[in-house]
T-cell receptor, first 115, second 112 residues
Framework: NAGVTQTPKFRILKIGQSMTLQCTQD?????MYWYRQDPGMGLKLIYY???????DKGEVPNGYNVSRSTTEDFPLRLELAAPSQTSVYFC??????????????FGDGTRLSIL | GNSVTQMEGPVTLSEEAFLTINCTYT??????LFWYVQYPGEGLQLLLK?????DKGSNKGFEATYRKETTSFHLEKGSVQVSDSAVYFC???????????FGKGTRLHILP
């Protein structure tokens, strides 16, 4: 019963490097989300998707890109990593065709440090 | 637009104390309401939910009642345990938005 799987769990990058955070879900959910959580803070939405081929910006999209070529996968790409992107990144998915009573299911997060 | 406001933490209680974490919301429609819990080093987990006015969500001894008249969804537990130490997030979702709106989170410390 995998749910939402994020890889890697930890990563250290140098300033200016790029990387892709992977997220996959096995629940056939159409809706998927990427959040960042800075230490001691709440969640900030980076990007989200309501289905394959459709993505939209959240409140903090700058410095990130996403794609959604399949229902299962929603990778988040960091181009030109900056220290301000040091954070914990969470992927989430949601089913039910967007009905409001459906909760989100979260992965365990990727802890990213930019040095 | 929609918003969620929850009490700021940290909240520190002794074991077996009564817990209340306040949450109020603003929404144009009839939202569904959620409480999520985040244990140290983990992602968020759904704790309970309520989808219409006067519904009571409950799980693991926690309860919250959807109060439309006061636009509130306060989280309560009669006797907390050390293992309840975590961050708690109130959230809402409605038909007008593809996103779930989260509060800023309340950190709870339970002392033995």
């Amino acid at each position: 019963n995998a749910g939402v799987t994020q890889t890697p769990k930890f990563r250290i990058l140098k300033i200016g490097q790029s990387m892709t955070l992977q997220c996959t879900q096995d629940m056939n959910h159409n809706y998927m989300y990427w959040y960042r959580q800075d230490p001691g803070m709440g969640l900030k939405l980076i990007y989200y998707s309501v289905g394959a081929g459709i993505t939209d910006k959240g409140e903090v999209p700058n410095g990130y890109n996403v794609s959604r070529s399949t229902t299962e996968d929603f990778p988040l790409r960091l181009e030109l990593a900056a220290p301000s992107q040091t954070s914990v990144y969470f992927c989430a998915s949601r089913g039910g065709g967007g009905r409001p009573n459906q909760p989100q299911h979260f992965g365990d997060g990727t802890r990213l440090s930019i040095l | 637009g929609n918003s969620v406001t929850q009490m700021e933490g940290p909240v520190t209680l002794s074991e077996e104390a009564f817990l209340t974490i306040n949450c109020t919301y603003t929404a144009t429609g009839y939202p569904s309401l959620f409480w999520y819990v985040q244990y140290p080093g983990e992602g968020l987990q759904l704790l309970l939910k309520a989808t219409k006015a006067d519904d009571k969500g409950s799980n693991k001894g926690f309860e919250a009642t959807y109060r439309k008249e006061t636009t509130s969804f306060h989280l309560e537990k009669g006797s907390v345990q050390v293992s309840d130490s975590a961050v708690y997030f109130c959230a809402l979702s409605d038909r007008e938005d593809d996103k779930i709106i989260f509060g800023k989170g309340t950190r709870l410390h339970i002392l033995p």
